[in-house]
């Protein structure tokens, strides 16, 4: 598969995972406008929980997608965190940030929430740490998603030789050059 294939490939499955999020996004809007005016409970807490939940994974299957195809190694024992790490990172000639650090500090705290979410087995849900999520999530999902379209604007560059996208490592540079001349 060529490299321009490649970028192409990775474009698409993002705009797959990016609709997606949208769903979730829109679902999670429309829950705290409906159904967190009155009193919350269990029902509202465990459905919070799952939709926090199904966003981060969301988002962190296109930090993953992205991450492979651009080859950056991730700590084997907390790869989930390295990963969102990365994300914040510009790697000089391959490829800008993907997210800002307040989108990662935002997404730090789903990260974490999901993890303790997935070994809580209790049903006595922290309504303030509930609240405390939801508030992140309103202030951080429009510039993540920003954010997420910027990068996805530069593969698109990428993909069609824009000269100011020279951020191409070492033999992708190679199979670039070979199909654009």
């Not at 060529?2 to 996004?25: F, Q, Y």
């Not at 954010?147 to 030789?161: Q, S, T, V, Y």
């Amino acid at each position: 598969m060529s490299v321009i294939t490649k970028i192409h490939s990775l474009r698409a499955e993002i705009n797959k995972s990016l609709s997606v999020l949208a769903r979730i996004e829109s679902y999670i809007m429309d829950f705290q406008q409906q159904k967190l005016t009155r009193t919350p409970g269990l029902d509202e807490a465990m459905i919070i929980t799952q939709a926090l939940t199904n966003y981060y994974t969301c988002i962190e299957t296109i930090f993953l997608r992205i991450s492979k195809f651009f080859e950056n190694s991730l700590d084997q024992e907390q790869w989930h965190r390295s990963l969102l790490e990365k994300m914040t990172l510009e790697i000089e000639d391959i490829r800008p940030k993907v997210i800002s650090g307040e989108v990662y500090s935002a997404l730090l705290e789903l990260l974490k929430f999901r993890h303790f979410s997935r070994y809580y087995f209790e049903l006595d849900y922290d309504w303030d740490k509930l609240l405390y999520l939801l508030k992140k999530f309103n202030e951080m999902h429009d510039r993540a998603k920003a954010d997420l379209l910027e990068f996805e604007a530069f593969l698109n560059r990428l993909a069609h030789g824009n000269p100011e996208c020279k951020t191409l490592s070492g033999s992708m540079i190679t199979e670039f050059q070979e199909e654009n001349t």
